[in-house]
Nanobody, 117 residues
């Protein structure tokens, strides 16, 4: 069973930084893609960034150059460092785990990020 535990959300001023963490405390997969999606009120859930077990990363155009995703396989944790935050980054951020080649697609409970002065 997979359990994704997120932390690190909060309120920050425009231009500030936050770091989100997501730890998989359940079944560990050798091959996977983990990442972050976000959903603003009244909008669909969109990709922010992903990283594979091999270290390949993918970013939404809107966050390139500002956000960095990284992983610690030993801790089964993925991080999202968010810099130069803008008001349009305000959303609930969800951690996601996709076990490559295996059934299942998992979500965390979500963490609120609010960028406001």
């Amino acid at each position: 069973q997979v359990q994704l535990v997120e932390s690190g959300g909060g309120l920050v001023q425009p231009g500030g930084s936050l770091r989100l963490s997501c730890t998989n405390s359940g079944t560990i997969f050798r091959l996977y893609r983990m990442g972050w999606y976000r959903q603003a009120p009244g909008k669909q859930r969109d990709l922010v960034a992903t990283i594979t077990s091999g270290g390949s990363t993918n970013y939404a155009d809107s966050v390139k150059g500002r956000f960095t995703i990284s992983g610690d396989n030993a801790k089964n944790t993925v991080y999202l460092q968010m810099n130069s935050l803008k008001s349009e980054d305000t959303a609930v951020y969800y951690c996601n785990l996709d076990p490559i080649g295996r059934p299942g697609y998992y979500w965390g409970q979500g963490t609120q990020v609010t960028v406001s002065s």
